[in-house]
């Protein structure tokens, strides 16, 4: 599988969420606008601070697919012998990128998830190699694969 391009395809993914978030922000943003060369009515005002508290909450996802972006970036993913970060794992069947956390998604007609170096799952496999166990949840599970 050709790991350039799974990153490429991971990066084109959190970019079109960050575009996504962006674009929810925006909204909220210009209904918290209140055009001050006209009166302003106290509903206009409520609804103008209601939307300024939605748009807040909308920023900090913006912020987050950023930083996953530029995470996704930085991250070697030439081949690996062990479970870190850049590599590709398969456990029971499915594919684990190290990298960032994504939803699921296909690529060469292989579906992959993207999970961080903070995930449970990770923790308990970092550093093993191809044939190694480990224990996730109560249940030991063999690495059967680390690209």
Wanted: glycine share 6%; charged share 30%; hydrophobic share 40%.
């Amino acid at each position: 599988m050709n790991k350039s391009a799974v990153k490429e395809t991971m990066l084109a993914l959190s970019e079109a969420e960050l575009e996504h978030a962006r674009e929810h922000y925006e909204q909220f943003l210009a209904s918290a606008r209140l055009d001050r060369s006209e009166p302003i009515e106290t509903d206009e005002r409520a609804q103008a601070e209601t939307a300024s508290e939605l748009a807040e909450a909308f920023e900090q996802p913006v912020h987050d697919y950023e930083t996953k972006i530029d995470r996704l970036r930085a991250i070697d993913f030439s081949p690996k012998s062990e479970v870190g970060e850049g590599a590709i794992v398969t456990v029971g069947g499915r594919h684990f990128v190290i990298a960032v956390s994504t939803a699921r998604f296909q690529h060469e007609g292989v579906e992959l998830i993207g999970i961080s170096t903070q995930a449970p799952i990770y923790k308990a496999m970092e550093g093993k190699k191809a044939g190694d166990d480990f224990t996730f949840n109560g249940r030991t599970l063999e690495i059967e694969e680390v690209a």
